[in-house]
């Protein structure tokens, strides 16, 4: 199972490569040369020790000879220089186009995936984990295969010179070799422990990073620095764990692999002193089968680097194949905008939060979604805002399905906003602007005085020159939100949804913003979320959601005399309203 996860971790590995295998090829190609130009000095050295001990006594056969291992020695640097650039371009090329896929990816999946998955994981895969193929992919593929294809071609040309001293060079492998497979026992199932283990301090930081305002406020940074403390304690502690297993493999692989001369050179002696091997090939072989042992334990070291990509393209797969929102490229023309859902069944994973809506949404008219906290209101609104596919049943737009309205053709039918929308780090100017490019800046002053947020927006120094910061931050909830509003009614689209988007103002400036927003949409069409039920008495239609059905619909005053539900939370809501006013 494991394999077969590797290897189609593998595959997807090859497929992203594609287009550029061609530069890896070269560059295995001229890192081969690199490492055969490395192995020069080590003839030359042999053939000088030879000459000396014949009593060659010629200066210039040294001269020529440390020529040779210098160029050899130059040649080596020069081509590995030369395919590390090559597998490097070709590497940044292939993170290009992950990168591009991921990306490309989350403008096609259902925007509530994004919304429902932490922006850190997003950034984690986008931007860690596609760098951290780089060494596998630069390094390991030309590095790896010429490390492992020298030594075969020295033990072969061992093998040429004297099979039994070939043999004999290769003593120390096998117990290398038990070494290693000591080493990278149960490697996946730890690899991913540890994988986890780091998941898990990596969540606990941000929980306590962006958690640290709550922290502070109610004193719980002890509590929370103990936990804190406590995974990054448990990540240490596997790490260190781990590598105490797998230590005194480590330790002997290292120091018997490399020990070839332990049996080249008593061998070697003995064959040399029974006349069976001449001190030229005696020579030879004990410096050449010095340099066997090393690109061999070299290519070794990437192998971490290979068992860990499985895990890497995994979680980038992960993003890559979610399933997108199928919708076709094509505009296509919409009778009108009344709204239509049939028998909507929808579930978040395996479990159903809506059993079969149908509701009628007719267009010019302001609708309120009403209900208990968790009733299914936002999730109504997201399935017509078209942020996730119902599981079943249907939305219509006039006459279509909403299915079959391209994207860019519906973000010009349809504006959400919802509590939480996103302010860019720039001028006020320009995150209103966002809502239409087009729109000068006296068509942004204009909607802003028309959504009521033009007199708070003059109070700032900088007016609209201001700079509301990373997510707005500059900005209280309320003044965000009023922002966003203005952007939502710039684009001047027929249906908008506001879901919730006045929750953090105060009782006043919602009523501001109701009115203001009640006269902007005047000839469109309105779905509103309000939890304050007196902002949605004058809808012309009251939807009460409960448990993921339509409980009742009609006028405030229908409903306060046909549903019991409503009566009760208008009753609440009334009683609410009353205490804010008698504790002022
Ligand atoms: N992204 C999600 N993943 C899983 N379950 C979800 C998700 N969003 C909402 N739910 C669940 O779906 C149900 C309906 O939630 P929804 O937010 O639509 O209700 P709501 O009526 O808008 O609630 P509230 O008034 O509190 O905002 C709830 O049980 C909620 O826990």
Avoid at 126 to 146: G, N, R, W
Avoid at 295 to 303: D, I
Avoid at 450 to 475: K, N, P, R
Avoid at 477 to 494: K, S
Wanted: aromatic content about 8%; proline content about 3%; hydrophobic content about 40%.
């Amino acid at each position: 199972m494991d394999r077969e996860k590797e290897t189609s971790s593998f595959s997807r590995l090859m497929e992203f490569t594609k287009g550029f295998q061609g530069r890896y090829v070269l560059s295995v190609i001229i890192a081969i040369i690199g490492v055969a130009c490395g192995l020069i000095p080590y003839f030359m050295v042999s053939k000088m020790l030879v000459a000396l001990l014949d009593g060659n006594k010629e200066v210039s056969f040294y001269v020529t000879q440390c020529l040779i291992a210098g160029v050899g020695y130059l040649g080596k640097s020069l081509f590995h220089n030369v395919s590390t650039y090559i597998s490097h371009k070709a590497t940044f090329a292939v993170i290009s186009v992950i990168r591009y896929q991921v990306v490309k990816k989350l403008s096609n999946v259902p925007l509530g995936y994004i919304l429902d998955t932490p922006s850190g994981k997003f950034k984690d895969t986008t931007v860690e984990k596609i760098d951290s193929i780089e060494p596998t992919l630069a390094h390991v593929v030309p590095e790896m295969t010429s490390n492992f294809l020298v030594p075969i071609a020295i033990v072969i040309y061992l093998f040429v010179i004297d099979w039994r001293m070939a043999l004999v060079s290769l003593i120390t492998l096998p117990v290398g070799f038990i070494c290693y497979m000591g080493m990278m026992n149960g490697y996946g199932e730890k690899y991913a422990g540890m994988i986890e283990k780091e998941k898990e301090m990596s969540a606990v930081t941000v929980e306590y990073i962006n958690g640290i305002e709550v922290i502070k406020a109610f004193n719980q940074s002890a509590t929370s620095y103990k936990r804190f403390t406590t995974v990054v304690r448990a990540y240490s502690n596997y790490s260190i764990n781990w590598m105490r297993s797998v230590q005194i493999y480590f330790a002997m692989g290292m120091a018997i692999w490399p020990a070839v001369l332990v049996g080249v050179l008593p061998v070697g002696a003995y064959f040399y002193m029974t006349g069976s091997l001449t001190s030229a090939s005696f020579i030879m072989i004990m410096i050449l089968s010095l340099g066997i042992m090393g690109p061999l334990l070299a290519a070794m070291g990437y192998t971490d680097d290979l068992a860990k990509i499985g895990a890497i393209v995994k979680d980038i797969c992960e993003v890559i194949d979610q399933p997108e929102l199928i919708r076709p490229e094509k505009e296509t023309t919409i009778s009108d905008y009344d709204i239509s859902l049939k028998d909507v069944h929808f579930s978040y994973g395996d479990s159903e939060v809506l059993h079969g809506i149908n509701l009628e949404i007719p267009k010019n008219t302001v609708t309120a979604f009403v209900g208990p906290s968790g009733g299914g209101k936002s999730t109504i609104a997201k399935l017509i805002a078209s942020l996730w596919d119902v599981s079943s049943g249907s939305i219509s737009i006039g006459d279509k399905d909403i299915k079959d309205i391209s994207l860019k053709q519906f973000s010009h039918v349809m504006t959400y906003v919802s509590q939480d929308n996103y302010l860019f780090d720039d001028t006020i100017m320009n995150n209103i602007r966002m809502g239409n490019p087009d729109a000068s800046d006296e068509e942004v002053v204009q909607i802003a005085k028309d959504s009521g947020c033009h007199e708070f927006i003059m109070s700032l120094e900088q007016g609209y020159q201001t700079i509301v910061g990373g997510a707005g931050g500059h900005l209280s909830g309320g003044e965000r939100q009023r922002i966003t509003i203005a952007r939502a009614m710039l684009r001047n689209t027929p249906i908008v949804i506001l879901d919730e988007a006045t929750a953090y103002t105060d009782p006043e400036n919602e009523a501001v913003i109701q009115r203001a927003v009640a006269k902007l949409v005047d000839g469109k069409t309105l779905i509103v979320i309000a939890h304050r039920l007196s902002t949605i008495t004058d809808s012309d239609k009251i939807v009460v959601v409960d448990n993921g059905n339509i409980h009742a619909q009609g006028t405030h005053d229908e409903l306060l005399k046909s549903d019991e539900l409503y009566k009760s939370m208008w009753l609440s809501h009334i009683q609410s309203k009353d205490k804010e006013v008698s504790n002022v």
